[in-house]
């Protein structure tokens, strides 16, 4: 295919990011972002979005209507049991993604707009949906399953799904290629520190366990998500406290986490904190590291053998003191860090464990969209290569194939109730 350029969009519910990527050396040739879709002063629709982004790329010769365009690539969140792989869209594929809906309801309804509006601009071009679900697709039942009644559990679609996956599947492999080793040979833990965070265990390349549930609200402790607490809090509050369902959604999303804690989801803002001896900012901090840590312990235990750790997203690619309070004196797991190298600041991947640590300890910046770009481009190429036919197993050499357990729940759509 001549058409080598591959525009990732990120729809979410009030903003569109995208970039322009060239896929022949993989460089960016525009991004951007457009806010405030629906509020006052932004566009009024994710359409009118979409039009911006197409006049913005149009104003610097990089219009939507260029030969060159090859794909679009789409971030989807939830791609439920169904999705374990980038996907062709085609009408079947959106009425899949319209049927996760009540798994994610508000994200799956924004990027399926994204997706409609940018067909209806390109009707030609393959669109590709990159699901954040699909890398945890890997994870065996044992991890997966929540300990309740299977029968409930596959009627509402109640499982460990995972997110981030994306970014999972990019930096465990972004790890392999820092230490010159194959993927299939190594056993790593990713440590995705964002707003949202989540862990992954990933095993030969295939992830293995992750910390986000049904929902991202699951696991580490987040800007401003709980993570993980005991389920019957929520119980007490109903019952005791007389909360409503939205209120205690409302709380353990967004009013919890480091937020909750302390009244600063920031992390830079927390440090500054803890500088002048706060004592909230402080026991942020110590919860944030000591969940951190018991996940760092649990998937050393679920990979049996860990080679590497890697940090990544923005805490975890630039705060040197949760990097070194998230390992200090964990030399009986083999972990090291080196003082020195971890205070660097740099931007490209680099090792930041001592001589002396048998596990390569390392920070790895995050690229999704350019993960997404590859996936798309991968596809639409293959899908080019065997024209007539809309779907192929052919994709990047360097991926394992993943071999999803069936789930039981397949295609039930779970009751809105399912989720917080
Ligand atoms: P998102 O999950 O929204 O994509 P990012 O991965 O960009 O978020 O991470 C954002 C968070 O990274 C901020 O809320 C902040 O806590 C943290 N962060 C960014 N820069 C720094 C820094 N220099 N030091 C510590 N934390 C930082």
Same mark, same amino acid.
């Given at each position: 295919?001549?058409?080598?350029?591959?525009?990732?969009?990120?729809?979410?519910?009030?903003?569109?990011?995208?970039?322009?990527?060239?896929?022949?050396?993989?460089?960016? &040739?525009?991004?951007?972002? *457009?806010?405030?879709?629906?509020?006052?002063?932004?566009?009024?629709?994710?359409?009118?979005?979409?039009?911006? +982004?197409?006049?913005? !790329?149009?104003?610097?010769?990089?219009?939507?209507?260029?030969?060159? !365009?090859?794909?679009?690539?789409?971030?989807?969140?939830?791609?439920?049991?169904?999705?374990?792989?980038?996907?062709?869209?085609?009408?079947? *594929?959106?009425?899949?993604?319209?049927? &996760?809906?009540?798994?994610?309801?508000?994200?799956?309804?924004?990027?399926?707009?994204?997706?409609?509006?940018?067909?209806?601009?390109?009707?030609?071009?393959?669109?590709?949906?990159?699901?954040?679900?699909?890398?945890?697709?890997?994870?065996?039942?044992?991890?997966?399953?929540?300990?309740?009644?299977?029968?409930?559990?596959?009627?509402?679609?109640?499982?460990?799904?995972?997110?981030?996956?994306?970014?999972?599947?990019?930096?465990?492999?972004?790890?392999?290629?820092?230490?010159?080793?194959?993927?299939?040979? &190594?056993?790593?833990?990713?440590?995705?520190?964002?707003?949202?965070?989540?862990?992954?265990?990933?095993?030969?390349?295939?992830?293995?366990?992750?910390?986000?549930?049904?929902?991202?609200?699951?696991?580490?402790?987040?800007?401003?998500?709980?993570?993980?607490?005991?389920?019957?809090?929520?119980?007490?509050?109903?019952?005791?406290?007389?909360?409503?369902?939205?209120?205690?959604?409302?709380?353990?999303?967004?009013?919890?986490?480091?937020?909750?804690?302390?009244?600063?989801?920031?992390?830079?803002?927390?440090?500054?904190?803890?500088?002048?001896?706060?004592?909230?900012?402080?026991?942020?901090?110590?919860?944030?590291?000591?969940?951190?840590?018991?996940?760092?312990?649990?998937?050393?235990?679920?990979?049996?053998?860990?080679?590497?750790?890697?940090?990544?997203?923005?805490?975890?690619?630039?705060?040197?003191?949760?990097?070194?309070?998230?390992?200090?004196?964990?030399?009986?797991?083999?972990?090291?860090?080196?003082?020195?190298?971890?205070?660097?600041?740099?931007?490209?991947?680099?090792?930041?464990?001592?001589?002396?640590?048998? +596990?390569?300890?390392?920070?790895?910046?995050?690229?999704?969209? &350019?993960?997404?770009?590859?996936?798309?481009?991968? !596809?639409?190429?293959?899908?080019?290569?065997?024209?007539?036919?809309?779907?192929?197993?052919?994709?990047?050499?360097?991926?394992?194939?993943?071999?999803?357990?069936?789930?039981?729940?397949?295609?039930?759509?779970?009751?809105?109730?399912?989720?917080?």
């Amino acid at each position: 295919m001549t058409a080598s350029r591959v525009l990732v969009l990120n729809s979410g519910s009030s903003s569109v990011k995208y970039q322009l990527l060239q896929m022949a050396d993989e460089s960016r &040739l525009a991004s951007g972002v *457009v806010e405030r879709i629906g509020e006052e002063g932004g566009v009024a629709d994710h359409t009118e979005a979409l039009r911006k +982004v197409s006049a913005e !790329l149009a104003g610097r010769g990089l219009g939507l209507d260029s030969p060159e !365009l090859a794909a679009v690539g789409h971030r989807v969140v939830h791609g439920g049991t169904r999705f374990t792989e980038p996907t062709l869209v085609t009408d079947d *594929v959106l009425a899949g993604i319209e049927q &996760l809906v009540p798994l994610a309801p508000l994200h799956n309804p924004a990027n399926l707009t994204g997706i409609k509006v940018a067909r209806e601009l390109r009707p030609d071009l393959p669109q590709v949906a990159v699901f954040d679900t699909a890398f945890h697709a890997t994870i065996p039942e044992a991890a997966a399953r929540y300990a309740i009644d299977t029968a409930t559990a596959d009627r509402y679609g109640i499982r460990r799904y995972g997110f981030h996956g994306t970014s999972h599947a990019y930096v465990s492999r972004a790890t392999a290629d820092l230490l010159g080793e194959d993927p299939a040979d &190594l056993n790593v833990i990713v440590l995705h520190l964002g707003n949202g965070a989540s862990a992954s265990a990933v095993r030969g390349g295939v992830c293995v366990d992750t910390s986000m549930g049904l929902t991202p609200l699951e696991g580490l402790v987040m800007g401003t998500r709980s993570g993980d607490i005991d389920p019957a809090v929520i119980i007490h509050l109903a019952r005791t406290g007389g909360l409503g369902t939205d209120e205690i959604d409302d709380l353990l999303n967004k009013r919890s986490g480091l937020l909750g804690l302390c009244g600063a989801n920031d992390m830079r803002e927390i440090g500054r904190r803890m500088a002048e001896d706060d004592p909230r900012a402080q026991l942020a901090f110590d919860v944030y590291v000591h969940r951190l840590r018991r996940y760092v312990g649990a998937f050393t235990a679920v990979l049996g053998r860990v080679d590497a750790l890697a940090f990544t997203a923005g805490v975890g690619e630039n705060s040197a003191a949760v990097r070194a309070a998230a390992l200090r004196d964990l030399d009986g797991l083999g972990m090291v860090v080196d003082p020195v190298r971890n205070a660097v600041r740099g931007s490209g991947a680099r090792l930041i464990s001592a001589a002396s640590s048998r +596990v390569a300890i390392a920070v790895v910046p995050t690229d999704e969209e &350019l993960e997404i770009a590859r996936d798309a481009y991968a !596809l639409a190429r293959d899908t080019e290569a065997s024209a007539g036919h809309t779907r192929s197993s052919a994709r990047d050499p360097h991926r394992p194939t993943r071999d999803p357990h069936p789930p039981a729940s397949d295609q039930q759509a779970p009751t809105p109730g399912a989720h917080p």
